[in-house]
Every structure is written in C-alpha cells, then in structure tokens.
C-alpha cells in the first residue's frame, strides 16, 4: 500500500506555553477524528509530529491513522527556537521512513509539510543552511503558519511560498487551521492517484493567506 506521509512541525517555545499549546492539541485531536471519517484518508494517510523548543523530538513517528495516538506535548518555561534543527531532523526521517520506488515497486505518495510557529528561527544559521536539502526531498506542498503577533513570515518566506498568519492564538484560531489542514490532508488523500495537479481547498477567515498558490504535480512518482 502506498501512503501519503504528513509530516507536522510544531513549535513548543516558551511563548507556546499555556493557552496556545492547549488550544494546539485540541486542534490536532479534533483533525485526526476528522481524517478517521474520510476512508480514503483513513486507507493512505499516515502522520508524524516532530516538535521544536530548545530541544527537537519526533514525539510521534510516521503512522498510519488507524494505530495513531497523540502523544502528550510539552512546553518549557522559556527557550529558543530551533526550527532549523527540526528541520534538519525532518529531513533525517524522512530518509528512513518515506519508501523510496523501485524498479520492482512504486514508492509512497511525495509528503506534505506542515509548519506552526509563533516566533522564528533562534538557530537561524541552521535553519537556512538546512532549506535546500528540505526542498530537495520533494515535498508535494510545504505549507507554513505564522501564530500570533510576534510571529515572523520572513524567514518562513525562505522556507516556502505557501506562508499563512493567525492573527490570534486563541483555541478558535488553532481549531479552525487544523480544521483546514485536515481539509488539505483529506484532498490528497481523495487524489491519490487519480490526477497531477491539486488545488487546495480555501482557507478559513481565520487563516490569513500571505502567499496562496496551485499545487501541480502533487502526486508524480
């Protein structure tokens, strides 16, 4: 069987602390219980969660939605921000967990990529440095959102065209843009197969579009 890896980087800084955090599982409980629903997604789907503080852990390996539970998330007091890490990290799984094609036999479906911060890059050497080789692992879309206020789109800029801002970090804000992700996650697991080009569905009013273009050629081998 052929999957449709998700991989979800998720920033656990200190400002993430309390409410946004909250907020921030509940999205993502209320997101798997929706791709639960969809049976194509349910039949392809398969998701990791890789956070970043001070400290990078993939908190949950690439897994199929049947077998999939949200680990518990944690938040330090303070810290910085090692999105670059992350990413470097990423990369590294990706390695071992998305299978390759063969000759013999067609590969997994190329991985999407999602990003939630509400800072930026503390490792910012690293995190550019880190850039090229993610862009070479062939994402079908790397999708970026920028949280709150004193979150930075510049940096996310570097990282990807589709870049995206809460205004708020406030349990509706996350509800609604994981409610969008599994919207986004639910398509590619519908055109799996059936056509080269995706066009992603609409964000909410909460999701504020900074750059928001056609995907082509999502699922070419």
Request: charged letters at 25%; one cysteine or more.
């Amino acid at each position: 069987m052929r999957h449709l890896p998700v991989y979800i980087l998720i920033d656990t800084s200190g400002s993430m602390k309390g409410e946004p955090i909250e907020s921030v599982k509940v999205g993502l409980s209320d997101m798997i219980a929706t791709l639960r629903q969809d049976p194509y997604a349910l039949e392809t789907v398969c998701i990791s969660i890789i956070t970043f503080d001070r400290e990078v852990n993939q908190i949950l390996p690439l897994t199929e939605l049947a077998d999939l539970q949200i680990p518990n998330i944690i938040t330090p007091d303070s810290g910085p921000t090692f999105l670059g890490k992350a990413l470097e990290m990423l990369c590294n799984r990706i390695e071992v967990e998305v299978q390759k094609g063969t000759p013999e036999q067609k590969g997994d479906w190329r991985p999407l990529l999602f990003v939630l911060t509400d800072g930026k890059p503390s490792d910012i050497q690293v995190y550019e440095n880190i850039i090229p080789k993610v862009k070479n692992k062939n994402f079908a879309s790397i999708i970026a959102c920028a949280a709150g206020p004193k979150a930075k789109i510049e940096p996310l800029k570097k990282l990807t065209d589709q870049v995206f801002t809460l205004d708020t970090m406030d349990a509706t804000s996350f509800k609604k843009f994981f409610v969008w992700v599994s919207d986004v996650i639910g398509v590619g697991g519908k055109s799996v197969g059936t056509t080269d080009s995706l066009e992603l569905p609409g964000p909410p009013a909460e999701v504020n579009i900074i750059v928001y273009e056609k995907i082509t050629d999502i699922f070419s081998d």
